[in-house]
Nanobody, 116 residues
Framework: QVQLVESGGGLMQAGGSLRLSCAAS????????IYWYRQAPGKERELVAV????????NYADSVKGRFTISRDNAKNTVYLQMNSLKPEDTAVYYC?????????WGQGTQVTVPS
């Protein structure tokens, strides 16, 4: 089983920055591909960013390319999402996700609010 705990969300003015963290409780964390998703009110959950197990591969949604950076520290079992130049449309609950042995695991989410 994998437990994921997100943190770092909050209220930030447009143009500001936040760094989200996703801490995992699993000794095999370094073998997991980790995804960041977000869900805005009334919208479907969307994939924001992904990072491979050793960090050699990353990919981003078009809406966040050039503003968000995903990274990981396997020694700390943690994945980060650095969010710069925040926009009101980035307002959402952000979740990290991992698949392990055929099961899909989600954290509880962390709220990011960027007032317009």
């Amino acid at each position: 089983q994998v437990q994921l705990v997100e943190s770092g969300g909050g209220l930030m003015q447009a143009g500001g920055s936040l760094r989200l963290s996703c801490a995992a409780s699993r000794f095999t964390f370094s073998s997991l591909t980790i995804y960041w998703y977000r869900q805005a009110p009334g919208k479907e959950r969307e994939l924001v960013a992904v990072i491979s197990s050793v960090g050699g591969y990353t990919n981003y949604a078009d809406s966040v390319k050039g503003r968000f950076t995903i990274s990981r520290d396997n020694a700390k079992n943690t994945v980060y999402l650095q969010m710069n130049s925040l926009k009101p449309e980035d307002t959402a609950v952000y979740y990290c996700n991992a698949a392990f042995r055929g099961s899909n695991y989600w954290g509880q989410g962390t709220q990011v609010t960027v007032p317009s």
